[in-house]
């Protein structure tokens, strides 16, 4: 199936912990995001990655890192992590021209820090 | 201040009946987007329709047509025969030409959408 999809969808770990979530793409998207959903369902961008170059950078904390691969993939590690990094974690992707650069958002991965 | 404003945390209809969720937006740029996303239970992001700003007509998808008044700012979203699968959360949500190579979607706060039987 044609699709945007994260691994793992559930991540449960302990405070001060390094983990990384995966993202695939195979729609030919050129651009690749990652959003975080807090507790209130706000959603708010973090990152994006157009062919390879992070072209955006929001007040994220530096502890966590995209890193592309290729243009199919953008993984998120996340060093040290904290109780108020616990959030759904939602990985998109979009291509220019198509549909005004509507982003297909895969299934998100709910991370639970303890 | 906000860019995308949902004022309508929850809503309620009747099965089979239309609904129209709010949705107003603030921006100065003159190319713009606008999208709407259903978020159900099971937590995905569903994309439902777009408008662009420069677009003559209001957009339809099937039972989804956006009401965009342009002048008012406002890009309402109108669910016509709701089902009870409808019952979700429903994302406004923009993104600006000036955001350049950038390309991010602001989103609103989310309306709750309870369809019932």
């Known amino acids: 199936d044609t699709a945007v999809s994260q691994t793992p969808k559930y991540l449960v770990t302990q405070m001060g912990n390094d983990k990384s979530i995966k993202c695939e793409q195979n729609?030919?998207?050129?651009?690749m995001y990652w959003y975080k959903q807090d507790s209130k369902k706000f959603l708010k961008i973090m990152f994006s990655?157009?062919?390879?170059?992070?072209?955006i950078n929001e007040t994220v904390p530096n502890r966590f890192s995209p890193k592309s691969p290729d243009k199919a993939h953008l993984n998120l590690h996340i060093n040290s992590l904290e109780l108020g990094d616990s959030a759904v974690y939602f990985c998109?992707?979009?291509?220019?021209?198509?549909?005004?650069?509507?982003?297909?958002f895969g299934p998100g991965t709910r991370l639970l820090v303890l | 201040a906000q860019k995308i404003t949902q004022t309508q945390p929850g809503m309620f209809v009747q099965e089979k009946e239309a609904v129209t969720l709010d949705c107003t937006y603030d921006?100065?740029?003159?190319?713009?987007?606008l999208f709407w996303y259903k978020q159900p239970s099971s937590g995905e992001m569903i994309f439902l329709i777009y408008?662009?700003?420069?677009?003559?007509q209001n957009a339809t998808e099937g039972r989804y047509s956006l009401n965009f008044q342009k002048a008012r700012k406002s890009a309402n979203l109108v669910i016509s025969a709701s089902q009870l699968g409808d019952s979700a959360m429903y994302f406004c949500?923009?993104?600006?030409?000036?955001?350049?190579?950038?390309?991010?979607?602001?989103f609103g706060s989310g309306t709750q959408l309870t369809v019932l039987p």
């Open positions: 949500a923009m993104r600006e030409a000036r955001s350049g190579s950038a390309r991010q979607l602001t």
């Open positions: 990655y157009n062919n390879k170059e992070l072209i």
């Open positions: 729609l030919g998207h050129d651009t």
């Open positions: 998109a992707s979009s291509l220019p021209r198509l549909r005004g650069e509507t982003q297909y």
């Open positions: 408008q662009g700003s420069y677009d003559q």
């Open positions: 921006t100065s740029d003159p190319s713009y987007g």
